[in-house]
């Protein structure tokens, strides 16, 4: 048995987390939704989440192996109230913000248009 490993319980020194640095529950919740719509959709296969001390963000991808289809941030302290929520794309460009996260996604930004089909026999 190895006897380097300690279990260390209330540990201190451990940093508390804010909840202002991560997604608010109802937020996570309006993202994963889109996300589970789109997912149905066939549009996004996988997403991954980054925290920083700025921002954090929720990246959405077609494929695991691409780059991240898109990327709605949150800024934790915004030089412009306006900038608090983002949509960047691939390059990092702003395709869309707001002060309200709900305001951002109603955007139809995601959604692929269907192709109207023409029938394959008429009658």
């Not at 919740?29 to 954090?56: C, H, P, R």
């Not at 305001?103 to 930004?109: G, H, R, S, Y």
Request: hydrophobic share 35%.
């Amino acid at each position: 048995m190895n006897n380097n490993l300690r279990l260390i319980v209330n540990n201190v020194n451990s940093k508390n987390i804010d909840n202002t640095h991560f997604f608010e529950k109802d937020e996570l919740k309006t993202i994963l939704d889109l996300y589970a719509k789109m997912v149905s959709e066939g549009s996004w296969k996988d997403y991954g989440l980054s925290i920083s001390s700025k921002q954090v963000g929720f990246s959405v991808f077609k494929n695991a192996a691409e780059n991240a289809l898109y990327k709605i941030c949150k800024n934790f302290k915004p030089k412009n109230n306006n900038l608090k929520y983002l949509i960047t794309d691939t390059n990092g460009k702003i395709l869309k913000n707001s002060s309200e996260l709900k305001l951002l996604l109603k955007i139809n930004l995601f959604s692929r248009r269907k192709k109207r089909q023409k029938p394959l026999y008429s009658i």
